[in-house]
């Protein structure tokens, strides 16, 4: 069962894809903040009411102890095109972090899922490293519905916004630090996993969503919303 997941590397390339499909053709100022609070494996926010870990976790959690949630909510290591994952009769509900390697010239081919021993060493949210996380959460019947459980505190969110079936989020970490979130807003059953991605500023500025083009997270925000 789990040797046969596929929701790896080409999963979130093409969620990115994605996002920067719904970006071609467009043409901002939201400030941040630092946060006092630091977030602990034992805040509510770090799991949702279908066990999956949130958003919340992902993006205020330093590796270790976010590597302690997982572990503690079931989530096995499935190596790195997976990252950690945890399985049920519904499927296998998985949590990836990619980063862009400063070794590849070819932008759209450079996210590499990070090693076992990289997940421990991380920052909150990635840090200043470029990376980006692949969330995908179960229990939930449509990607805004996911997105709204499994965001874990709606304080984090800052504006939101719809391209298509495609549903954006900004949010903000505890310390201050924005993220673009994403899923696509389609309709299922209920048991099958729902993607959610979370691109970090310092990912933003690579340019890898936006065909090079070496944007902050305020211009990404701004073609998002024109967009919409």
Known sequence: MMNEVTMNRAAF???????????????????????????TTAD????????????????????????????????????ESVGYGAADDAGLFAFTFS??????????????????????????GGGDDSV?????VGGYTTGDR????AIGDASIVQEKCTIDDSVYWLVKALDGSR??????????????????YIYSESFI??????????IDIDELWSRLTNAS
Do not use: F, M
Not at 14 to 39: D, Q, V
Not at 132 to 136: D, H, V
Not at 179 to 196: K, M, R
């Open 146 to 149: 996911a997105l709204t459980g």
């Open 99 to 124: 980063k862009i390697s400063d070794d590849v010239d070819e932008l759209a081919n450079s996210a590499i899922p990070l090693s076992v021993s990289e997940y421990e060493e991380l920052e909150p």
């Open 179 to 196: 993220y673009v979130i994403s899923a696509y807003d389609t309709e299922d059953d209920g048991d099958s996993a729902h993607d959610i």
């Open 132 to 136: 980006a996380i692949l969330l995908s």
């Open 205 to 214: 500025h690579t340019g890898y969503l936006s065909g090079g083009d070496q």
């Open 44 to 79: 509510a926010a770090c799991v949702d009411d279908n066990a999956n870990v949130t958003v919340y976790a992902a993006i205020n959690l330093d590796g270790a102890d976010l590597v302690r949630l997982l572990k503690h909510q079931n989530y096995e290591w499935q190596g």
């Open 13 to 39: 390339v093409a969620g990115a894809g994605a996002l920067a499909c719904a970006l071609a053709g467009c043409s901002g100022g939201l400030g941040g903040a630092s946060g006092a609070k630091k977030a």
